[in-house]
């Protein structure tokens, strides 16, 4: 099934993300973990490709497959196209067929750290733009709540935004981001720019202090003062902190539904636990909006 149907079928989405075991990591290692996930009943699953210009494609196809043909959950796989040409794509956009996939995320991918960016692909929307006149995949894109970093405006960016929507972008899954304001602006601005397909919020319960350092790198996102409360009052307890990063993304995702989002996004960093704590909080209220029977998480 193309994900997109799911939207169209439901007025919230409830979607996790999970990033495949390092190479040198057998891949059964993630099996529980998705064992655990599919308990909660998410509508997808998006499999991540790699982040600071690593990657883990051959992996990501793979646990894609897994994902659907074993957990019948159906599957996001990633797809970056820095550093790519088109022979390269074609072949794993063909893999990927033949796994039975039906969706992709297509994204530009980071820059690799040190080295000249060589390849036929220098946007996300060119990939968008091949795989939509080549191939018959469901595709989402990123955005950006408060703007790429390589970016001089959020204005600027939603163009950007716009061109890989009118290249065919099926939906959006957002960048994480702790204050629910700034999401709320962008949407007003991106409906204003003419985007009109669903845009699924991304949320990341931050439980622990290397997660906040993490998130500063790659996004800069900005943090609220009763946050920074949090992390302030419980950086040095860990099980508080879990637990306070937990309920902070309840809060989010509660306010977020309230405000008729599309979509959840949540991303998992491969543990159940946090997942299904957040899922149990939410759920009714999903399955309410939904017009579902009310089920417990067992």
């Not at 039975?100 to 297509?106: E, T």
Request: proline fraction near 4%.
């Amino acid at each position: 099934m193309k994900i997109k149907n799911i939207f169209e079928k439901k007025e919230v989405v409830f979607s996790l993300e999970v990033f495949p075991p390092r190479s040198d990591v057998p891949i059964e290692n993630i099996y529980q973990t998705l064992e655990e996930l599919k308990d909660i009943n998410p509508d997808y699953i998006s499999i991540t490709y790699g982040a600071g210009g690593g990657v883990r494609k051959n992996r990501t196809c793979k646990l894609s497959s897994i994902i659907k043909e074993k957990y019948d959950v159906e599957a996001l796989a990633h797809l970056t196209c820095i550093n790519s040409n088109q022979k390269s794509i074609n072949k794993i956009l063909t893999r990927l067929e033949e796994k039975n996939i039906k969706n992709i995320l297509a994204l530009r991918g980071d820059k690799p750290v040190a080295g000249e960016v060589i390849g036929e692909y220098n946007y996300a929307y060119e990939l968008v733009d091949h795989i939509k006149k080549n191939n018959d995949f469901g595709v989402a894109a990123a955005c950006y709540p408060e703007g790429h970093l390589e970016t001089e405006s959020i204005d600027q960016d939603l163009e950007y935004l716009k061109q890989k929507v009118d290249s065919g972008v099926d939906y959006l899954i957002s960048q994480m981001f702790f204050d629910n304001s700034l999401f709320y602006k962008f949407r007003r601005k991106a409906q204003k720019k003419g985007i009109d397909v669903p845009i699924e919020a991304g949320i990341m319960p931050v439980i622990n202090k290397k997660q906040v350092a993490r998130i500063i790198e790659l996004s800069d996102a900005y943090f609220p003062a009763k946050f920074k409360k949090i992390l302030n009052k419980y950086e040095d307890n860990p099980e508080a902190l879990r637990d306070a990063g937990i309920a902070y993304a309840v809060e989010q995702i509660v306010d977020l539904i309230s405000s008729d989002v599309d979509g959840i996004h949540l991303y998992t960093m491969n543990n159940p636990y946090v997942a299904r704590r957040i899922k149990e909080a939410v759920g009714s209220l999903i399955n309410h909006i939904n017009g579902q029977e009310i089920q417990k998480v067992v």
